[in-house]
């Protein structure tokens, strides 16, 4: 595949890592890059979605300042380019990065990395397609936040349009925490005309996949585990619900225990609109080319990998131009 297209990516846990180091640099601090893979990246002996989350904390840290925000953005967006994008959609939680900021000024660090990307494209002259990139807005599907989840919807609503173009629910995955506690918010959304997405069917089964569905979801972050109610496939397929799925993050987190067993051929095969997203190359210590190359070793074709783009563009939370250019790009 040459123009890539990736829905599903955490700007927190997919940080280059030279970036990381001139942030540590900035700071007066060093590590050896093994202590670093350590802190950033998660093993083969991670054991599960909390441990994976567990690795936030560290990169968290070096994202409470307008400064770092920004040249984190602008130097993802160069690298996602170099890799072969053409469109991407990055989402983080504003609320996750107020030490020193308001939500409102993370989101606006962030918009200001992406244009700073946009004029370092421009001046490139080299004949690589143009990266197209949006930003999600997560709220925490965390108890007791609230008032910060209000406060993302808000932020949301007044930066859409401006480099926001939706809204996700991200987080642990448990009972104390399902996403049907959190439908409020996405009424809210909703009558507002905010794009949403939500993170389901990944540490809870089909039942968290319906809870977001009936909150109104035409996207699902991961999705993978309605495989194991086929009455759920059929309305994934009836209703058009994109699946955002993320082959290594979900072996990471042992979703899956062997990548000959990740379901994303059977998906198609039954018509569900799946596509192929990285979640987070830091963390998985992967890129969107070489979860293709997984993919193809469990014997993707490229019919597929064209249906799997086309799902993407069918997906994106962009207007019709924009859809329009990314298809002539496929055709």
């Known amino acids: ?16 890592v030279s970036s990381v180091k001139k942030i540590l640099a900035k700071e007066g601090k060093t590590m050896s890059d093994q202590e670093l893979k350590e802190r950033l990246s998660v093993g083969e002996d991670c054991q599960n979605l909390a441990e994976y989350l567990d690795k936030f904390n560290f ?10 925000l920004h040249l984190l953005t602008c130097n993802l967006l160069k690298d996602l380019r170099s ?11 504003p609320q996750q990065h ?17 244009e700073d990307f946009y004029a370092w494209q421009k001046e490139q002259a080299d ?15 965390l108890e007791g936040v609230s008032d910060k989840n209000w406060e993302t919807v808000k932020v949301a609503k007044e930066f859409l349009g401006q480099g926001v173009a939706g809204i996700d629910l991200a987080g642990p995955e448990n009972e104390e925490v399902a996403n049907r506690k959190f439908a409020p918010f996405f009424a809210k959304a909703k009558e507002l005309g905010i794009p949403y997405t939500i993170h389901a069917g990944e540490a809870m089964g089909p039942e968290s996949v319906k809870e977001a569905l009936a909150m109104g979801t035409k996207r699902i972050g991961h999705g993978i585990r309605s495989m194991e109610d086929p009455e759920l496939i059929k309305k994934l397929v009836q209703d058009q619900i994109t699946l955002e799925c993320c082959a290594s993050s979900n072996l990471n987190t042992k979703i899956f225990n062997d990548l000959s067993q990740y379901p994303l051929r059977k998906l198609l095969a039954k018509k569900v609109q799946a596509t192929v997203n990285t979640d987070n190359m830091t963390v998985s210590q992967t890129n969107l080319p070489r979860e293709y190359k997984l993919l193809e070793s469990i014997g993707l074709t490229s019919a597929e990998e064209k249906q799997v ?23």
Do not use: W
């Open 1 to 16: 595949m040459h123009n890539l297209i990736d829905l599903h990516l955490h700007l927190d846990g997919s940080l280059p």
């Open 59 to 68: 990169l968290l840290e070096l994202m409470q300042s307008a400064e770092n």
């Open 83 to 93: 890799q072969g994008l053409v469109y991407a959609e990055i989402r983080f939680a």
């Open 98 to 114: 107020t030490k020193t900021l308001t939500q409102a000024e993370a989101v606006q660090a962030v918009i200001a990395g992406l």
């Open 127 to 141: 004949d690589r397609t143009d990266l197209h990139a949006q930003i999600l807005l997560c709220l925490m599907r």
């Open 309 to 331: 783009y086309l799902n993407a563009v069918n997906a994106a939370f962009c207007d019709q131009a924009e859809k329009e250019r990314l298809l002539d790009l496929v055709r």
